[in-house]
């Protein structure tokens, strides 16, 4: 075939194609045959998104034959559910929920066109609704908002319509869940573990009740009785409506804070705060069973996330879980908290923590029939933090998740969710992201769905936001709801503290300092940070440390000065830092990194802040030691403890050099270095808290107080290996009541004759016995006396904490 020949086919060939698409409108999946075209197919649901049961008109109208030829249009629906329909224009109800993509092929006898559009089915609301505990409390019928403000002990009270602020109402210790109970408001206070009703109308408090050590949710049944969780208890116990007394106790275990129930107000839901072992627990019971001793209550396993870690989704445990809400249909509980990749270190799986493999936010839910975490449809929250409050639209199609450390709210599309099939390597995606605030940690629905309010704790805001679209929240109005009570410095540095925002913090968004120190304390779990010149760590809890009030930081004694941490900010978490002067951190121990930027400084002045462990709940109850304590607190002294557990805080630990560090035994390979160093010993603890901060030692081996005593066979962590049942009793009992600095003329060291502190080992020689107890307050002498005169560095003997 000649050029000429061969251009004028291609020539040809180009005004078919022309022809085609002015004729069509646009390029549908089917080839001409015969020299006609294939017909042009439209398909369209009224409703896309509809409940089980109701009815479904499709619609083919719009389609058509460019070329009228040969036959007349033919349709053919197909349902997704297994039916199918010939119908120009059929109806259709579905049995089930879903996301159902249904098909339309339109034929003309020569060619056809196939198209399609996706209804999404969701399942009947239920009525009553069911309820879970938040800050925030919405009177539909009084269009009024009622906001728990935890730092300044009181609730505002402000108008739904445009958050005038009406009221406020002074209510006690921190404030953290509000319920409405009948004409009542009732609050449930953290701190002092107080219950308290106030009137709604006139915005009076009518009455308070104290029900435990500490309160952490709270939520109100259909009849007006009331849930509250004891976190330091592992219980919930039940309150009559009219007095607030306690009618019921179940012991569910762990920690538990967030409670939800359903509509009827018959089954509970309470999720443990910090997740132990390798899964995460979710306990449900039985309203009507009255009284549950522990162990009686069913467990919900949240499972650790398999993987594989990719930059969108990682493996890791549920933790932090804080947020619990049932969907308007009661099917799926779900779950939001943190995954804490723990499975991953140079020790554990041969890969270093990232900025993104390290934490993430996650909601995952639960089947409320068989009572079974869904894992196949766990939701990594992709740069984002922890989820720390979970609300829905009305019909349950949109989920809402607060992200505090992000300070946002992300929208997610349930039905949509059923579509996704990422794999274990991706996450799905989210329809919208707003922000909000600092510390975004509360959000309530109204009831006809029109406005979402969400609070950011830290920036003291409500902000209100418009759900016409109900996939992208509309911002509408932001204000503020109660004046700032703490010093600009420390309140700055609080924010700061719970950011994750990115870049500064973190490069995508994942990590806060309280992704691993919630509120100043701990999360928990040892990780694995030989990547950094570390070991396995545990956690410490920040409370009752007062920043550096208990001497350097970490186990190792690494750092000086809580504006050492903006080395982690950058080199751990991939952040720009804090610091203003455009230099990098300055290295530990080196030249000081305070005063290089007001945020750095403002950092240090909230970690000093925490000066105040959690109150023990295993104190009489007028806060005086129990007689078993009061023996344990003789056991302590006799053992030797108080040598290096000394002075108020119980620690020797001091910021003055050489730094005293320790082995009694529970040095390893896996215990790693100390700024590239080997790592001679671990620095003392405070015990101050030690009843909330389990596990034990540098690598979280002990699980409980009694294991720190029993696996002590040697003696290296005090004289321990020679006492009783009841002396070890009585010193774990006096160890979980240490929540306070003591005054000095009650923390004096003991007398030489108490018994050894820790034991001296010797190179390539144990020593035993009475040498062993010479040799140890020989040490101690020695070492007191090198304090003073700062002097080399003292022979280390061997003791963890």
């Not at 034991?759 to 020689?765: E, H, K, L, S, Y």
Request: hydrophobic share 45%; aromatic share 6%.
């Amino acid at each position: 075939m000649s050029v000429r020949a061969r251009c004028e086919v291609v020539h040809a060939a180009c005004v078919a194609a022309a022809l085609y698409v002015l004729g069509s409108g646009f390029c549908a999946p089917a080839v001409a045959r015969a020299g006609g075209f294939p017909p042009v197919a439209r398909a369209a649901a009224t409703p896309v998104e509809a409940v089980v049961g109701a009815r479904v008109q499709f619609s083919s109208a719009g389609s058509f034959d460019p070329d009228t030829a040969p036959l007349p249009l033919t349709f053919a629906w197909r349902f997704d559910d297994g039916a199918m329909s010939a119908e120009a224009a059929p109806t259709h109800v579905f049995s089930a929920p879903g996301a159902y993509r249904v098909t339309l092929v339109v034929s003309d006898g020569a060619d056809d066109t196939e198209v399609g559009v996706t209804v999404f089915v969701l399942a009947p609301v239920r009525s009553p609704g069911p309820a879970w505990s938040s800050p925030l409390a919405l009177l539909d019928d009084r269009r009024e908002l009622w906001v728990a403000n935890p730092d300044a002990g009181s609730v505002s009270v402000l108008a739904a319509g445009d958050l005038e602020r009406l009221a406020v109402v002074d209510v006690g210790a921190r404030p953290v869940a509000i319920a409405v109970s009948g004409a009542e408001v009732v609050i449930a206070c953290a701190n002092s573990g107080e219950i308290v009703s106030v009137d709604v109308a006139s915005r009076v408090v009518r009455r308070t009740e104290r029900v435990g050590a500490r309160v952490g949710g709270l939520v109100a049944l259909p009849d007006g009785r009331l849930l509250v969780t004891l976190p330091d208890e592992g219980a919930v116990v039940m309150l009559a409506r009219d007095d607030l007394a306690v009618i019921a106790r179940y012991e569910v275990g762990g920690e538990p804070r967030a409670i939800a129930r359903n509509g009827a107000g018959d089954r509970a839901y309470v999720a443990s705060f910090l997740s132990r072992g390798n899964i995460g627990q979710v306990a449900t019971f039985d309203l009507a069973l009255g009284d549950v001793p522990l162990g009686g209550v069913a467990q919900i396993s949240l499972a650790m996330d398999p993987g594989p870690d990719s930059p969108s989704s990682s493996r890791g445990l549920p933790n932090l879980l804080g947020a619990l809400a049932i969907d308007p249909a009661e099917e799926t509980l779900w779950v939001g908290g943190l995954k804490s990749n723990v499975q991953r270190g140079l020790l554990r799986d041969g890969l270093p923590l990232t900025h993104d493999t390290r934490v993430r936010g996650m909601m995952t839910p639960v089947d409320v029939a068989s009572s079974r975490e869904l894992l196949e449809r766990r939701i990594d929250t992709n740069d984002a933090d922890a989820v720390s409050a979970i609300a829905f639209s009305p019909a349950g199609r949109f989920a809402y998740l607060a992200h505090p450390g992000l300070g946002a709210v992300s929208t997610y599309d349930l039905a949509a969710l059923r579509l996704f099939s990422p794999g274990r390597a991706a996450t799905v995606p989210f329809t919208s992201r707003v922000e909000i605030g600092d510390r975004a940690d509360a959000i309530v629905v109204s009831r006809d769905g029109a406005r979402m309010y969400v609070r950011a704790s830290l920036s003291r805001t409500v902000a209100m936001f418009d759900l016409t679209d109900p996939a992208v929240p509309a911002p509408l109005a932001t204000v503020e709801v109660v004046a700032e009570s703490l010093s600009e410095a420390v309140a700055l540095g609080r924010i700061l503290f719970h950011s994750s925002r990115a870049p500064v913090h973190s490069r995508s968004g994942y990590i806060a300092c309280a992704s691993c120190h919630p509120d100043g304390g701990h999360d928990g779990q040892t990780w694995d940070f030989t990547h950094a010149g570390e070991g396995l760590r545990n956690t410490i809890d920040l409370r009752g440390r007062g920043g550096t009030a208990c001497g350097p930081l970490h186990w190792s004694g690494n750092f000086d000065e809580v504006q050492d941490f903006e080395n982690d900010i950058v080199a751990q978490f991939d952040g720009t830092g804090l610091a203003d002067d455009g230099a990098p951190p300055n290295a530990p121990l080196g030249a000081p990194n305070a005063g290089r930027s007001a945020q750095l400084d403002a950092l240090a002045a909230y970690v000093a802040s925490l000066d105040a462990a959690p109150r023990s709940p295993h104190r009489a109850a007028d806060g005086t030691h129990t007689e078993s304590a009061l023996r344990g607190r003789e056991v302590f002294d006799r053992a030797g403890c108080a040598r290096c557990h000394a002075g108020a805080r119980f620690t020797d630990s001091t910021l003055t050099s050489p730094y005293l560090v320790y082995d009694v035994g529970t040095l390893a390979p896996s215990s790693g270095q100390r700024l590239g160093a080997p790592l001679a010993g671990i620095d003392t603890p405070s015990l101050l808290g030690a009843w909330t901060s389990a596990p034990y030692f540098h690598d979280g081996s002990a699980a409980t107080l009694l294991d720190v005593l029993t696996r002590n066979e040697r003696d290296q962590h005090g004289v321990t290996s020679t006492l009783d049942a009841d002396a070890r009793a009585d010193l774990v009992a006096f160890l979980l009541e240490l929540d306070r600095a003591e005054p000095e003329s009650e923390a004096q060291a003991p007398s030489p004759t108490g018994g050894c502190g820790c034991a001296v080992v010797a190179p390539r020689q144990e020593l035993h016995g009475p040498l062993l107890c010479a040799l140890a307050l020989l040490a101690v002498v020695v070492r007191r006396s090198r304090r003073t005169t700062r002097a080399a560095s003292p022979k280390r003997c061997r003791k963890t904490a």
